[in-house]
């Protein structure tokens, strides 16, 4: 079985500065992650995913996550946040081998100030 | 092209009344999948369908959910008796057959439950 933790239930961010999210997975087998994204009153996202290959992986709207295979993690980064960033976000897993079942983190909130 | 559509966007029932949800994938999506998040709590794997049939109903939390995909196409997903703790919001999603890889999940807006 696979857990998902994001670190930060919330993170209140300035319109133009950096922003890095947090999430760490546990598995016993190999996984494929996910950054999803829930913009007020609309549904899920997806941000960006990383299979195999680099392990910078960009996404849309200036995203990018690094997989970190020692420290089990999948961070999230935007150089520069906009307002229009403000929403949740949630980190997911899913086993290679079993296909398609998401574990999702519990979410982290980005409140993005002018 | 449509995304993903549920209905009702939202439905507050009383404790002991039952509620259907819908889900439309989108087309020709054969992967069909009911995620909820009940408050303050993380997004939880329900079920998954290939076509009409359940591939994976392990996150089922117990009998009185029950899932349908008649057909193949739209799936429903009904409480009977709703309980309170099955206030919440739930997702639907859908892929292509394959898998994950290079197959993203899309999710709908999600259905609110309020049950009183």
């Known amino acids: 079985a696979q857990s998902v933790t994001q670190l930060d239930s919330q993170v209140p961010v300035f319109e133009e500065a950096p922003v890095e999210l947090r999430c760490n997975y546990s598995s016993s087998v190999s996984v494929y992650l996910f950054w999803y994204v829930q913009y007020p009153n609309q549904g899920l996202q997806l941000l960006l995913k990383?299979?195999?290959?680099?392990?910078l992986v960009k996404g849309i709207n200036g995203f990018e996550a690094e997989f970190n295979k020692s420290q089990t993690s999948f961070h999230l980064r935007k150089p520069s946040v906009h307002i229009s960033d403000t929403a949740e976000y949630f980190c997911?897993?899913?086993?290679?081998?079993?296909?398609?079942?998401?574990?999702f983190g519990g979410g982290t909130r980005v409140l993005v100030k002018p | 092209e449509a995304g993903v559509t549920q209905f009702p966007s939202h439905s507050v029932i009383e404790k002991g009344q039952t509620v259907t949800l819908r889900c439309d994938p989108i087309s020709g999506h054969d992967n069909l999948y009911w995620y909820r998040r009940v408050m303050g709590k993380e997004i939880k794997f329900l079920l998954h369908?290939?076509?009409?049939?359940?591939?994976?109903e392990s996150g089922m939390p117990n009998n009185r959910f029950l899932a349908e995909r008649t057909g193949g196409t739209y799936s429903t997903l009904k409480v009977q008796p709703a309980e309170l703790e099955d206030s919440g919001v739930y997702f639907c999603?859908?892929?292509?057959?394959?898998?994950?890889?290079?197959?993203?999940?899309?999710f709908g807006e999600g259905s609110w439950l309020t049950v009183v």
């Open positions: 997911a897993v899913s086993e290679i081998a079993a296909g398609n079942k998401l574990t």
């Open positions: 999603a859908s892929s292509k057959r394959g898998g994950p890889s290079g197959n993203t999940i899309y």
């Open positions: 990383y299979l195999s290959g680099s392990t």
């Open positions: 369908f290939v076509k009409e049939s359940k591939q994976d």
